[in-house]
């Protein structure tokens, strides 16, 4: 293969968020030749942007937690459309995954006895989130890097994956460019794990980053993998609404965990008015109780702003929606209120918070500790993703598997904050020691160099353009702009058909995108590659969208708000079709185990 | 929208100079939103890095009408627009192209670094004991973003180019956190004399004044690491009696 360098590795990971750098880990630790391959810097993954926590049954604070209530509140958090084997398996290993990265270096805020301290979150019955402060994503993405470099694991900063490439059924490498040469590489890998994160570009309000093209999601998508449940996109309830400029970005859940509460322009905490059936005898119906709960009183009840992420973001944007919203469009979230509660507030909101603090002191001029903050939903996960079996994380595509946000299975309908940070460690564990296995079990792949070529053309055509032709940078605004409005976090038959329509339209367009320049460090060229990933998984999501007609999770439809029971048995599953169209199928939900079902009637009583 | 000039590095290592585009920003907007406004309208081609835009990964340092900075956190409105903005990259580094600058030489610096070697554990099932109090000294050094402001800016790299004999601040931070981490054994203190060059620093502190989490990179982590090396090599009263 002319021109293009080659790499050859047992485990190739692609992508060092969490989970791409657990995985590396742990093939480099089962001893077998690994490289990994990230789009940006290492240590700059989105994984960064983790601030509150990652969920583990450790009952540091409250011994009556164990694995058995975090599986069940997981799944109920998913509505029962989880892979209950992946919930029952990320409750019993989180502990496990957490304590090792003591050893690695991640230092986590203590508990008066000196263990790792706790905190509440949504949807979590116990104070389960092992925390620093509120950058425990930047503390746990440096805690990987920092032990990992030490294992001897080739690193390929800033390359971007552009296919998958195959040995009959087998995966058995990837075609990727630099891009500060826009030099072609070719690894060639007996196993591939994909850990590439979200889709969170393919709208444009979002707390992810020009790297979130669901580019993991696309490559297994056209490598023949199925992708489940698409239809899942988490819209975080808080994001900042202003400035403009900074819409989108990430307000922890951590205020609310340390007693932030949400109020409309008329001052009323609206949270009140809507508690769910399944959460009622769980929630707190009064300020007084909920205070209690935050601050560690077991007799107290949740306060209804710790409800799950799902609901809470709906009933902000049902609150924006009545023009009850706040001067900027969103609602307010208030951390200074505690003041009456607390004679230290504001050093309590400063230690507890400090990149909240932080962060709209520089990005608003607003100092949380004296005034509420402005804010509103914001696209940022993706439940949906690979369909992967649940112990190994191997994909239906033999040595091709997939961990973390790029993966599915695990959150079901809806994730609960903090079970992303410890999915990306338990399966980035599995998914590395079983592509380590696999590669050990199974003989040597070829490369098949006229795919190379195939992949190496298709891959410059954007610039041969020479810049006649459309700007790449307005066809991914347009289709960000679409997926907002029209399969956002309230969707409807119509303007999803339409989307349909948008999307195929943008792909005509797509063809003849033709940025300036030549190879060298080219974000114009790079967008312009990025919009074939982002045009597939904004079908996908659409299309899932638009079967599943019942709101559930995070998918909300205004033409079929109820539940239907006949799909809470239905996972959506959408896989290419032999002349590349996209498929839909319903696949029945696997009948869970029946210990795990007897957890979850148990907890349900509890 | 009010208007304002940018001035932009446009170039590689074979050359370049600095290209003016007039522009219009929103209120609130930061300097990474009109780069990336100039790059969706004016030049496709404009190479800068960036991620979280909020502050937490360091990715889009460069220097700001002269000063490093963090784009994605400083505001429009902290700038005095009747003048053109001058955006250039960080110039410590190798120019890769317009505002990317090759970093490589910090991540060759950290593998040098000898990892935690963390104490036998203290509980059965495998955990450590660990006080508040003790692990903030270290937590304060976590919060590094790795920006690499603090290198930018460091004479020692910068004017004197001792790249290949100082590791710069912010690896002596990163040294500071692993000596300071309650659970570590390792000893450092030779390689922060010889091999990481602590001796070079003569504690200007710009590295604290750059830093955008605020670390107290001199006081808190230089100063006590370089209390360590002249405890144990420069002792006066050891070199006396042999101690």
Request: with cysteine; charged share 25%.
């Amino acid at each position: 293969m002319p021109g293009i360098e080659t790499y050859e590795y047992d485990v190739l990971v692609v992508g060092a968020g969490g989970a791409g750098l657990r995985a590396a880990i742990e093939a480099s630790n089962a001893g077998v030749k690994v490289g990994v391959v990230c789009k940006s810097l290492l240590g700059k993954a989105h994984t960064v942007m983790a601030e509150g926590g990652m969920a583990a049954a450790m009952a540091n604070v409250d011994e009556r937690d164990n694995w058995r209530v975090h599986f069940a509140d997981t799944m109920r958090g998913g509505q029962y459309l989880n892979n209950w084997r992946m919930a029952e398996l990320h409750a019993k290993e989180a502990p496990s995954r957490v304590k090792e990265m003591e050893a690695w270096g991640a230092l986590f805020d203590r508990t008066p006895d000196g263990r790792i301290l706790q905190r509440n979150f949504g949807g979590h019955r116990y104070p389960r989130l092992a925390h620093v402060g509120d950058r425990t994503g930047l503390e746990l993405i440096r805690t990987l890097q920092d032990h990992g470099i030490h294992l001897g694991m080739d690193v390929h900063m800033e390359h971007t994956v552009v296919e998958l490439l195959m040995d009959g059924e087998r995966v058995a490498g990837a075609f990727a460019y630099d891009r500060e040469l826009g030099r072609f590489k070719a690894f060639r890998a007996k196993a591939v794990v994909l850990a590439t994160g979200g889709i969170g570009r393919s709208f444009r309000v979002t707390s992810n980053s020009w790297e979130y093209t669901g580019d993991g999601h696309s490559l297994a998508y056209r490598a023949g993998a199925v992708l489940k449940d698409m239809e899942f996109v988490q819209f975080h309830p808080t994001g900042m609404v202003w400035p403009h400029s900074v819409a989108g970005i990430l307000v922890t859940e951590g205020v609310r965990g340390e007693g932030g509460i949400l109020k409309n322009a008329e001052g009323r905490r609206f949270m009140f008015d809507d508690i769910p059936d399944l959460y009622k005898h769980q929630t707190a119906d009064n300020a007084d109780e909920g205070w209690r709960y935050v601050r560690g009183d077991r007799q107290a009840r949740r306060p209804p702003e710790l409800l799950t992420r799902d609901h809470v973001a709906r009933c902000i944007n049902r609150e924006i929606k009545a023009g009850r919203g706040s001067e900027h469009g969103g609602v307010y979230l208030d951390i200074a209120w505690i003041k009456e509660k607390l004679p230290n507030a504001e050093e309590h909101i400063k230690r507890k918070l400090p990149s909240m603090y932080h962060q709209f002191e520089k990005l608003a001029g607003i100092d949380i500790t004296k005034e509420p903050m402005e804010v509103g939903p914001t696209t940022h996960y993706v439940m949906g993703g690979v369909e992967v079996d649940g112990d190994s994380q191997m994909s239906s595509v033999p040595g091709l598997f997939a961990a973390g946000e790029c993966a599915s299975g695990l959150h079901g309908a809806n994730r609960l904050g903090g079970n992303s940070l410890s999915d990306l460690l338990v399966f980035g564990k599995r998914a590395g020691e079983h592509a380590a296995a696999f590669a050990r079990e199974h003989g040597a792949v070829s490369l098949d160099a006229d795919a190379v070529a195939r992949v190496e053309r298709m891959t410059l055509e954007p610039l041969e353009r020479n810049g006649k032709g459309e700007n790449p940078y307005a066809i991914q605004h347009e289709l960000q702009e679409m997926m907002q409005s029209h399969v956002g976090i309230v969707r409807h038959h119509g303007e999803m058909e339409d989307a349909l329509e948008g999307i195929a339209h943008l792909r005509e367009r797509a063809i003849h995108a033709a940025p300036p320049g030549n190879r060298e460090y080219n974000p114009g060229w790079h967008t312009a590659l990025d919009l074939r990933n982002l045009l597939t998984i904004s079908e996908a999501i659409t299309r899932s969208a638009l079967s599943r007609e019942e709101s559930r999770g995070a998918h909300a439809r205004e033409d079929f708000p109820e539940k239907s029971a006949e799909l809470g048995k239905i996972n959506t599953a959408i896989r290419r079709g032999p002349d590349g169209e996209m498929l839909l199928e319903k696949h029945a939900v696997k009948p869970i185990r029946e210990d795990l079902q007897a957890i979850i009637d148990e907890q349900q009583q509890a | 929208m009010p208007d304002a000039t940018f001035r932009i590095w446009r170039g590689d290592a074979s050359g370049g100079a600095l290209q003016e585009y007039p522009t219009f920003y929103e209120n609130g907007m930061v300097v990474l939103d009109v780069i990336h406004k100039i790059q969706a309208e004016q030049a496709q081609d404009l190479a800068c890095r960036w991620n979280c835009k909020a502050g937490k990964c360091g990715s889009c340092s460069a220097e700001i009408n002269g000063k490093p900075k963090l784009m994605c956190m400083t505001r429009m409105s902290d700038l005095d627009v009747s003048q053109p903005v001058t955006v250039q990259p960080m110039q410590t580094f190798p120019l890769l192209r317009d505002l990317v600058t090759n970093v490589e030489w910090n991540y060759r610096v950290k593998q040098e670094i000898k990892k935690l070697e963390p104490r036998k554990p203290d509980a059965p099932d495998g955990t450590w004991r660990m006080q508040q109090a003790d692990v903030e000294r270290a937590q304060e050094f976590r919060k590094c973003i790795e920006c690499y402001l603090c290198q930018d800016v460091c004479h020692v790299l910068r004017e004197h180019h001792k790249h290949n004999e100082f590791a710069g601040p912010r690896f002596l931070i990163h040294i500071a956190q692993l000596e300071m981490n309650p659970l570590d054994v390792a000893d450092r203190v030779p390689d922060l004399k010889d091999r990481h060059g602590l001796g070079y620093c003569n504690i200007t502190k710009c590295c604290t004044k750059v830093c955008p989490e605020e670390i107290t990179i001199t006081d808190n982590a230089i100063i006590p690491l370089k209390e360590r090396v002249v405890d144990r090599f420069y002792d006066p009263l050891k070199k006396l009696f042999g101690g």
